[in-house]
């Protein structure tokens, strides 16, 4: 079945950098644009990022702009984020989505449970 | 970036209720729209596109309607299943935009 799954998340300090993996399974990954999504504890959802299907566009969130490297490797099926600068405020559950398209319109299915990503010191 | 107002922030309906959750563009959006559904605890699940079209395997008591700047979801004929958080998205334009959320609560 189509299968996403976070890894990487943990808690870090204020600065530093870390990297989250999303290993996708069940679908033909290198036909699809992926995204992160993130979620505060106890708050809404947030895009965070977007990369087409074949890494050659990457859009990011103004919150994040600079600091976070969305990327891609379909011969190992696993999207990235690389996160630096890490803030306070970028404490979140991290999802990663892959984006349907039919039409003109997108929707994300399925989301991947998550890694939780603290940043603290 | 495209704002999306999501109203009421919390509901409170019973079992058998029809509610109405409202969502409102800062820009004309024509009907791209999504809106998700999120348990305690789970990801988010798609739930209709477009602003109408329902997802596979969602049952027909979720409908959607709206175009331009003003969208509604509605929910009929409530179970207990559907008590959660919904989640309207825009995807007209990037940043990607997501409503703060509608929590459904059983009265």
């Known amino acids: 079945q189509v299968q996403l799954v976070e890894s990487g998340g943990g808690v870090v300090q204020p600065g530093k950098s870390l990297r989250l993996s999303c290993a996708a399974s069940?679908?033909?990954?290198?036909?699809?644009?992926m995204h992160w999504v993130r979620q505060a504890p106890g708050k809404g959802l947030e895009w965070v990022a977007v990369?087409?299907?074949?890494?050659?566009?990457?859009y990011y969130a103004d919150s994040v702009k600079g600091r976070f490297t969305i990327s891609r490797d379909d011969s190992k099926n696993t999207l990235y984020l690389q996160m630096n600068s890490l803030r306070a405020e970028d404490t979140a559950v991290y999802h990663c989505?892959?984006?349907?398209?039919?039409?003109?319109?997108?929707?994300?299915?399925?989301w991947g449970q998550g890694t939780l990503v603290t940043v603290s010191s | 970036d495209i704002q999306m107002t999501q109203s009421p922030a919390s509901l409170s309906a019973s079992v058998g209720d029809r509610v109405t959750i409202s969502c409102r563009a800062s820009?004309?959006?024509?009907?791209?729209v999504a809106w998700l559904q999120q348990k305690p605890g789970k990801a988010p699940k798609s739930l209709i596109y477009?602003?109408?079209s329902l997802q596979s395997g969602v049952p027909s008591k979720f409908s959607g309607s709206g175009s331009g700047t003003d969208f509604t979801l509605t929910i009929s004929s409530l179970q207990p299943e559907d008590f959660a958080t919904y989640y309207c998205?825009?995807?007209?334009?990037?940043?990607?935009?997501f409503g703060q959320g509608t929590r459904l609560e059983i009265k």
């Open positions: 989505v892959r984006e349907v398209v039919y039409l003109a319109n997108i929707w994300f299915d399925p």
């Open positions: 069940g679908f033909t990954f290198s036909n699809h644009a």
């Open positions: 990369i087409s299907f074949d890494g050659g566009n990457q």
């Open positions: 820009r004309g959006i024509s009907n791209y």
């Open positions: 477009g602003a109408s």
């Open positions: 998205q825009q995807y007209n334009s990037y940043p990607i935009t």
